[in-house]
């Protein structure tokens, strides 16, 4: 019996030092992504939907994406497809978000704003 008390024991320990990295972010889900290029010869727009769990931005097929959401709701984001890369920041709010980007296209240099809604 004591044995068992002590495995239970370190297991809540265990369990209430895990990080809390690993909790539910209130950002959580999937959200719909607008970026619209303003400087630049980029495409004019790119939309496309990412999912957050855990504070972690992914998308499915999107290899060469990481993006993570801050408590706050401060956001960054890097992607690279291809001979595109763009980097972002900005903040979500419960239902949605917004923030600017810079990247480029083959050689051409592009900057602009994104926008953000939740599924």
């Known amino acids: 019996m004591k044995r068992l008390w002590l495995h239970a024991m370190a297991a809540s320990c265990i369990i209430a030092a895990a990080p809390a990295a690993h909790a539910r972010s209130a950002y959580d889900g999937s959200w719909n992504l607008l970026f619209v290029?303003?400087?630049?010869?980029c495409d004019?727009?790119?939309?496309?939907?990412?999912?957050?769990?855990?504070?972690?931005?992914?998308?499915p097929t999107l290899v060469k994406f990481r993006g993570y959401v801050a408590k706050s709701g401060?956001?960054?984001?890097?992607?690279t497809v291809h001979d595109k890369y763009a980097s972002g920041s900005g903040r979500l709010?419960?239902?949605?978000?917004?923030?600017?980007?810079?990247g480029h296209s083959g050689s051409a240099q592009c900057s602009g704003y994104w926008t953000a809604q939740r599924n």
């Open 37 to 41: 290029t303003q400087k630049g010869l």
């Open 44 to 59: 004019p727009a790119y939309n496309f939907t990412v999912n957050v769990a855990n504070g972690v931005v992914s998308h």
């Open 74 to 79: 401060a956001v960054r984001a890097t992607v």
């Open 93 to 102: 709010s419960i239902t949605s978000g917004h923030g600017t980007w810079r």
